[in-house]
């Protein structure tokens, strides 16, 4: 049984980092091109950065560009988001996922950012 499991969310002020992690069981992320999606309140779930199955491509959403960095650890099977510079419109609950959404999607992670 696949399970996700997204955790490192938490309160933090503007300007602040956290570092997010998504652990995956059941299933071997080196197969896997995979991100993390975001979804605000009242808003659709959107991509915010993938990484290449190498871990050698990244990509990110534009307005994150500088200030979050997305890596794996293919030897603990997990994926990370180091966000730093964290601004409020990046308050949203975290998921880890393919682009196709090919893994269960976890619980997510809730990230709030307010001073």
């Known amino acids: 049984q696949v399970q996700v499991v997204e955790s490192g969310g938490g309160l933090v002020q503007p300007g602040g980092s956290l570092r997010l992690s998504c652990v995956v069981s059941g299933f071997a992320l080196d197969y896997l091109n995979i991100g993390w999606f975001r979804q605000a309140p009242g808003k659709e779930r959107e991509s915010v950065s993938c990484?290449?199955?190498?871990?050698?491509?990244?990509n990110y959403k534009d307005s994150v560009k500088g200030r979050f960095t997305i890596s794996r650890d293919y030897a603990k099977n997990t994926l990370y988001l180091q966000m730093n510079d964290l601004q409020r419109e990046d308050t949203a609950v975290y998921y880890c996922?393919?682009?196709?959404?090919?893994?269960?999607w976890g619980q997510g992670t809730e990230v709030t950012v307010s001073s």
């Open positions: 990484i290449s199955r190498s871990g050698r491509v990244t």
């Open positions: 996922n393919t682009l196709a959404g090919f893994l269960p």
